[in-house]
């Protein structure tokens, strides 16, 4: 098992720029999560999808912020237009959702940079 | 809403000494896990705990959960340097499938 795919792992990009995240989830997981982590703010929830379907996105900072999981096996999360204080790292789970098990696999996150 | 607070933010230990983070909930959790994260890397699931005063152990890492299901403990004995990381714990309430993090715990380890 490949685990969770995240790409790209790195980005930089220019204030007012388009960011495009992207995120495989294990096969046969049904939830999957996106996260922000900051020294300043930890690890914060951003959204949280269940069988492809946007349960929570409380933790959605602004408009600027979108997400999608148009399948299974595929989810974005965009940013546009991207500001410098969206500098962190993003990082996405996914899960088996099963009676009281929730353990969460972390991809290896992408460390955006907005100058 | 639901708060979890994480202590110590920071803790220096020489190579052989024990650690402990605390972690404690605003509110009674139906579960709590405990993840760690490699600098430069990602959290990886390390355990879950389920019931009221549970005790599991993974080698040298002792894990508790509070009788009250408000607070957790991770205790790592005779620390190596390769358990240098950050430490967090992560608390759901019954009926949430949204995890709410610590801020965690990193543990530096002086050879």
């Known amino acids: 098992d490949a685990g969770v795919i995240q790409s790209p792992r790195h980005e930089v990009t220019e204030m007012g720029q388009e960011v495009t995240l992207r995120c495989k989830p294990i096969?046969?997981?049904?939830?999957l999560f996106w996260y922000r982590q900051t020294m300043m703010r930890g690890l914060e929830l951003l959204i949280y999808?269940?069988?492809?379907?946007?349960?929570?996105d409380s933790g959605m900072p602004e408009d600027r912020f979108s997400a999608k999981m148009p399948n299974a096996s595929f989810s974005t999360l965009k940013i546009q237009p991207s500001e410098p204080r969206d500098s962190a790292v993003y990082f996405c789970?996914?899960?088996?959702?099963?009676?009281?098990?929730?353990?969460?696999?972390f991809g290896p996150g992408t460390r955006l940079t907005v100058t | 809403g639901q708060q979890v607070m994480q202590i110590p933010q920071y803790q220096h230990v020489q190579e052989g000494e024990d650690f402990t983070t605390y972690c404690n909930s605003s509110?009674?959790?139906?579960?709590i896990q405990w993840y760690k994260q490699r600098p430069g890397g990602h959290p990886v699931f390390l355990i879950q705990?389920?019931?009221?005063?549970e005790v599991k152990k993974q080698k040298r890492l002792t894990f508790q959960f509070g009788e009250a299901k408000k607070n957790s403990s991770l205790h790592i004995t005779a620390t190596q340097t390769t358990d240098v990381g950050t430490y967090f714990c992560?608390?759901?309430?019954?009926?949430?499938?949204?995890?709410?993090f610590g801020r965690g715990t990193s543990l530096i380890v002086h050879p």
């Open positions: 999808f269940n069988n492809n379907v946007p349960i929570d």
């Open positions: 096969s046969g997981h049904n939830s």
């Open positions: 705990l389920v019931k009221s005063g």
């Open positions: 992560a608390g759901w309430s019954g009926g949430s499938y949204i995890p709410t």
């Open positions: 789970a996914s899960s088996l959702m099963t009676g009281r098990s929730y353990e969460q696999y």
């Open positions: 509110t009674t959790l139906s579960n």
